[in-house]
Structure formats: C-alpha cells, structure tokens
C-alpha cells in the first residue's frame, strides 16, 4: 500500500484514499480492504458499524497511517483489528 491509493470497502459504500501509508491490514466492517470492489457486499461486523464522515482524516494510535474518506458508509475503519479515529483540526494561531 502506498500513498494516493484509493481502497473500497467490502461490506459498505465506504471508500478512502491513502495519505501516509503505514504497515498492516486496513480493514472496514471488520472485513479487509482492497482496490477493486468485490461483486457480492456483506454486512459490516456488529464491532465494526459506526461508520465513515466524508472528509474526515483517519489516523492510528501511531500516527503511522492516515486514510482520508471519499466516500461514507456505514462500516468503521481500522488497522490490524484495532480501530482507527478521526484526527483532530490543528488550532489555528491567534491574531492578537
């Protein structure tokens, strides 16, 4: 996997593209991601359903990979099993 790599959920709509690749298995619903959408969809794992925001930066706990949305859906991202969270807008600095 490597940057501006764009994965497809199996069990939803969810689509992302890859900003910082990192090692492991980027799974959705609980169902490993890949390039090309497979013909049959399943069902998200019941762990794994709080779905994807359009536009929201994934990042895991090691600040390793980071995967942006392109397409929402009702399955959650994660890597290795682990599931990855939104990251945070950087504040911006005051004008005083």
Do not use: H, N, W
């Amino acid at each position: 996997m490597k940057a501006g790599t764009k994965l497809k959920s199996a069990v939803c709509d969810t689509e992302v593209m890859v900003i910082r690749a990192g090692e492991g298995v980027v799974a959705c619903g609980g169902v490993p991601m890949a390039e090309d959408k497979p013909a049959e969809t399943g069902s998200p794992d019941s762990e794994f359903s709080g779905g994807t925001l359009l536009g929201k930066r994934y990042v895991d706990a090691q600040d390793t990979l980071e995967l942006l949305c392109v397409k929402p859906g009702a399955g959650s991202l994660s890597l290795d099993g682990v599931a990855l969270m939104t990251k945070d807008a950087k504040p911006l600095p005051s004008s005083d």
